[in-house]
């Protein structure tokens, strides 16, 4: 446990450690994971509504405010350890080493021979909720900005930016780090334009593509 760590606190960059591959889809119309599902929308959705008739309930700023905020903190801690990791497989988080250096993780389960594949219906669900939600606190924000609402755009703001940390975070766990991606990128245009140095005709090339392993460390 100890050396474990001790080889993770060496890293100074982002990690990203793939235990697994969120492509492998059970193309099952059925839910695995109901009550999964349903907080995953449920805080999200329940946030948003109080946000949308709360004037109509209450006339205290503070009252829902403090609602919204409950919301919202509940639908952020179930999305980042509950929801992520049940529904699509994807799972990250952060630590400080000995240095006071934050490090980021960004993982995504690993498909073995056996294993429970991704429910196909449950990873749209996530997904959609994740994406409508934070274009739904886009458009609060725009509102409340004409108004010159200046509280509500407090409140607009909280909300944009929980939702948008995990939705930053999994997006990071599916695609995978911006600098293995732009490594990939940066050794495809090159080889590119060394093919094309050489080569009368048009060149075609195929992406080159990094493997990096890596142990997978136990989460704190």
């Given at each position: 446990m100890a050396d474990g760590n001790s080889s993770i606190m060496k890293e100074s960059d982002d990690v990203t450690l793939n235990f697994g591959?969120?492509?492998?889809?059970?193309?099952?119309?059925?839910?695995?994971?109901?009550?999964?599902?349903?907080?995953?929308?449920?805080?999200?959705?329940?946030?948003?509504?109080?946000?949308?008739?709360?004037?109509?309930?209450?006339?205290?700023?503070?009252?829902?405010?403090?609602?919204?905020i409950?919301?919202?903190?509940?639908d952020f801690w179930t999305v980042?350890?509950?929801t992520g990791r049940l529904l699509v497989g994807l799972r990250w988080w952060n630590y400080v080493d000995d240095k006071g250096e934050s490090h980021w993780v960004f993982e995504s389960r690993k498909g073995t021979?056996?294993?429970?594949?991704?429910?196909?219906?449950?990873?749209?669900?996530?997904?959609?909720?994740?994406?409508?939600?934070?274009?739904?606190?886009?458009?609060?924000?725009?509102?409340?900005l004409f108004r010159l609402n200046f509280k509500w755009m407090m409140v607009v703001g909280v909300g944009f930016g929980m939702n948008g940390a995990n939705f930053y975070g999994y997006v990071r766990c599916k695609l995978g780090s911006k600098k293995k991606i732009s490594s990939v990128a940066r050794n495809f245009l090159t080889a590119q334009f060394i093919r094309s140095m050489f080569t009368a005709g048009p060149a075609t090339t195929k992406p080159t593509e990094e493997t990096t392993e890596s142990s997978q460390p136990q989460q704190p």
């Open positions: 591959e969120e492509e492998e889809l059970d193309q099952q119309k059925r839910l695995k994971h109901p009550v999964a599902v349903f907080f995953h929308i449920f805080f999200r959705a329940g946030a948003l509504l109080t946000y949308f008739l709360c004037e109509f309930f209450s006339s205290s700023f503070i009252t829902n405010f403090i609602v919204i409950l919301l919202l903190c509940m980042k350890n509950v021979p056996g294993s429970r594949k991704i429910s196909a219906i449950e990873s749209r669900i996530f997904w959609l909720a994740m994406v409508v939600s934070q274009i739904l606190w886009v458009v609060f924000f725009i509102t409340a």
